[in-house]
């Protein structure tokens, strides 16, 4: 193949459709270290009175509570399926998200019941 030639295979594997449960720790562990950097900096702010403040704290926190409870998904063997609809969370989504509990359709359906 010439250096001017396009590239026609594929750049990187495919990836599989559910992440690992070593992957999944792996990617769950650092949402949950990033979130708790998150609730230090805003401890250390000293503004914790403040509305906004007050709203990014639940927020940081209600997160961290998914992400237990993803790591107990993982526990049990059900990490990557959709609560809503039992079929497997798209394993792109998993790595935005890897604390979500619900494919994109049955996400938007909780969204707009609530």
């Known amino acids: 193949m010439s250096l001017d030639a396009p590239r ?4 990187t594997e495919p990836r599989p459709e559910r992440l ?3 992957e999944a720790r792996l ?3 650092h949402a949950r270290t990033t979130r708790l950097i998150q609730l230090r900096a805003l401890d250390e702010s000293g503004q914790a009175d403040d509305q906004l403040m ?3 704290l639940a927020a940081i926190e209600r997160v961290l ?3 237990d409870e993803a790591f107990a998904r993982v526990e049990d063997g059900t ?3 959709c609560l809503g609809c039992g079929k497997p969370v798209p394993g792109e989504r998993l790595e935005i998200l890897p604390y979500t ?3 994109v359709a049955c996400q938007r ?3 707009t019941a609530a």
């Open 8 to 11: 026609t295979e594929p750049r």
């Open 20 to 22: 690992t449960a070593d």
């Open 27 to 29: 990617r769950l562990g």
């Open 54 to 56: 007050a709203a990014q």
């Open 65 to 67: 509570k998914e992400i």
């Open 79 to 81: 990490y990557g399926a």
């Open 101 to 103: 509990r619900y494919c």
């Open 109 to 111: 359906r909780a969204a």
